[in-house]
């Protein structure tokens, strides 16, 4: 009875072992039959066409015109009407400066006017003697010598005082915005201008750009110009110059945008963003979802399917600008390729793959 017992014991082991490795090769077959599937991706053919060429450059606004308002000769500051930062009209009162001087160059004008008379009634009196035979010819000459330099005399002392009551009352030569001031009332001039004034309507955005794209950049060829202070809100401008040397520091050639700035919200100093379309260029287009990017890197990659032997190639491209859910390619794919659009997680270069039904 006991025998019996060990031998069904013995029978139920083995089974039991038989059973178990018979499973286990089951599984391992299983995972050999899904590793060695291709897998399934989703292919897109590609093709080339126009695409505009769109240059995008960092910008800095400066203004059309400066003027620097100084005094024509030293003297003490009274008082000025403006601060930096505000707006001023061509002739609006800026600084008053000391008058003192032009007392003095008033007394020199009052002179000047006296003297003046004198010598004319002189020279008068001398023509009229000249005139029966009390005179001689060569005094009426020296009196017409000395009225013409009296004369010369009373021009350039009213011409002075004219000079110092400009420069007591000094006005703006050109509407602008006020970006510096320098002095405070009560101070004496120096060699730094009292106020320095910039014209903004227009205002100039400065650019650079590289000798490859000197070429397509004209004279006269639209911009748009966007600026952190106003978000995506977009200003429009003309170019307006460009430079024919090139800056030996950077290796790039400055080009200037004229914009009309007709309600003065560009200012001096703004930083912004200006685009301008250099044309356009055959390329090829891909969608979005085809390009991958390398971990660990800046490089893209696109996968090709090779239909000769249904692999597909790991192809590093160059992107060019995002055309809504596409892409501009400079370089990488050729165009009529068939690019995979999904099931990328598993692919690998020269990976065999199977294409999904309907996607060719």
């Known amino acids: 009875m006991k025998l019996r017992y060990v031998y069904s014991l013995t029978l139920l ?3 039991s072992l038989l059973v178990s490795s018979c499973g286990g090769s089951d599984k391992e077959n299983d995972k050999t039959e899904t590793k060695d599937t291709a897998p399934v991706v989703s292919v897109e053919t590609v093709s080339q066409h126009a695409v505009d060429q769109i240059g995008e450059y960092t910008a800095t606004v400066e203004p059309e015109l400066i003027n620097n308002i100084s005094a024509a000769a030293p003297n003490r ?4 009407y403006v601060d930096e930062g505000m707006r001023v009209a061509k002739g609006q009162r800026l600084v008053l400066m000391d008058d003192v001087n032009t007392v003095s160059y008033q007394t020199q004008v009052d002179n000047a006017k006296a003297n003046l008379d004198n010598v004319k009634l002189n020279y008068d009196r001398a023509v009229e003697l000249f005139k ?3 005179g001689t010819k060569q005094q009426v000459d020296q009196m017409e010598t000395q009225l013409i330099n009296a004369r010369n005399n009373l021009a350039a002392a009213e011409r002075t005082l004219r000079n110092a009551s400009e420069n007591t009352v000094l006005v703006a030569p050109i509407s602008g915005v006020v970006t510096a001031r320098n002095y405070d009332p009560g101070d004496m001039t120096g060699s730094l201008p009292i106020l320095t004034i910039a014209r903004v309507q227009p205002v100039k955005i400065v650019i650079n750009v590289t000798e490859s794209e000197l070429s397509n950049i004209k004279k006269g060829m639209p911009a748009n110009v966007t600026f952190d202070t ?3 809100e977009v200003f429009s401008g003309t170019v307006s110059m460009v430079a024919p040397t090139v800056d030996p520091a950077s290796r790039t050639f400055g080009v200037e945008i004229t914009s009309p700035n007709s309600d003065n919200r560009i ?3 703004m930083f912004g963003r200006a685009t301008l379309n250099l044309g356009s260029r055959e390329r090829v287009v891909v969608p979005d979802k085809s390009v991958v990017k390398q971990q660990g890197s800046g490089d893209h990659y696109v996968y090709v399917y090779n239909p000769s032997d249904q692999t597909v190639s790991y192809n590093k491209v160059e992107l060019g600008r995002r055309l809504g859910s596409e892409y501009e390619l400079i370089s990488g794919v050729e165009p009529g390729s068939q ?3 999904s099931g990328q997680t ?4 020269g990976k065999k793959v199977t294409i999904k039904a309907g996607k060719k």
Do not use: F
């Open 132 to 134: 029966i035979g009390g």
């Open 13 to 15: 082991t083995a089974a």
């Open 346 to 349: 598993r692919l690998a270069n």
């Open 77 to 80: 500051i009274k008082e000025i």
């Open 230 to 232: 106003y978000g995506d």
């Open 339 to 341: 690019v995979v659009v």
């Open 267 to 269: 200012l001096p100093g």
